[in-house]
């Protein structure tokens, strides 16, 4: 399915000692929905990549298979998707200073292109092919470190209806090794540089794929790896961080982790929204941390569809 390429010009929204007068840009890609199967009340679905990845990580295209790209898959079941590059990864701006791009900032800067989108999208004026929408649900999460930044953009600015939570923990990251489950910290080194490119063949002890995903399948992830942005990606990692942000969120959740993934207690996840008083757990048979390189990964896919008609509207 084709998609919108955009830029969202954010530099008026964030503060003048982190953009030092450049322009700052979001750039996202806009799937449009297939209309014969939105519902009366259509949603909105933003997602953010986790480390490692940009905003092809939601997109994936595997030569000779099919319902990899979980944007396209979405959007045919009628939902509109929005998939942002995180401020600094790949086609969105970087600050002249990356260190100043931290959690909040990151989150500041999507919270307004995602709002700037929004405005388009109701005027109609975000490309031809995009009639307008007077109304829709504004839904939104990511993946991984993407979830970190979801939690702490909703739980400051509350930029969404629905809150999705996909292979992230409000509890602290952990890495699986040798059986066990060791906080995340502990595993992966502190750098100084403000970026690493780390291949995804050599995360084994994150446990990102069962073992049954095909080696064709792995060779295409492992040409999506994207250099990470230390600011974001070391904050996703430390233990309890997004506890507190868990905690202010108000509206429906949705989390999904896999088998073997980040969680150390993936059955006390939902006791951390205490605010919400709709939480799903949904932990998806036969994954490791990247659910959207599963054999099941149709499963995650129709239960978002089906939780987000499933809740009123």
């Not at 999507?110 to 709002?115: D, G, P, Y």
Request: with cysteine.
């Amino acid at each position: 399915m084709s998609y919108v390429s955009i830029k969202i010009d954010v530099t008026d929204a964030l503060p003048v000692d982190a953009t030092q007068g450049a322009t700052v840009e979001i750039a996202a890609w806009v799937f449009p929905p297939n209309t014969a199967k939105a519902p009366e009340v259509p949603s909105t679905i933003v997602l953010l990549n986790g480390g490692t990845y940009d905003k092809r990580y939601f997109h994936v295209e595997v030569p000779g298979r099919s319902n990899y790209s979980v944007a396209d898959e979405i959007s045919a079941r009628g939902h509109l998707v929005i998939l942002p590059d995180h401020l600094g990864v790949w086609e969105s701006s970087k600050l002249p200073d990356q260190r100043k791009a931290t959690r909040r900032i990151a989150a500041l800067a999507n919270h307004a292109a995602v709002t700037e989108i929004y405005r388009r999208l109701e005027a109609g004026t975000l490309d031809p092919s995009i009639p307008p929408m007077p109304r829709f649900i504004k839904a939104g999460g990511g993946h991984s470190m993407g979830g970190s930044q979801s939690l702490a953009q909703q739980a400051e600015f509350e930029t969404y209806d629905r809150l999705m939570i996909i292979g992230f923990t409000a509890i602290g990251v952990h890495a699986h090794v040798n059986g066990q489950r060791i906080p995340m910290p502990d595993v992966v080194p502190h750098w100084e540089d403000d970026y690493r490119l780390i291949q995804h063949r050599d995360l084994e002890a994150a446990a990102f794929h069962w073992d049954d995903v095909p080696q064709d399948v792995l060779e295409v992830d492992d040409a999506l790896s994207a250099p990470v942005p230390r600011e974001i990606s070391g904050a996703s990692v430390v233990q309890g961080i997004a506890s507190e942000d868990a905690g202010r969120v108000t509206v429906p959740v949705y989390i999904c982790l896999g088998e073997k993934d980040v969680s150390p207690r993936p059955y006390d996840e939902p006791s951390y929204y205490t605010s919400s008083k709709d939480v799903t757990l949904h932990i998806l048979p036969r994954s490791g941390h990247c659910q959207s390189f599963a054999s099941t990964r149709l499963e995650m896919i129709d239960r978002i569809d089906g939780w987000l008609r499933s809740l009123p509207q």
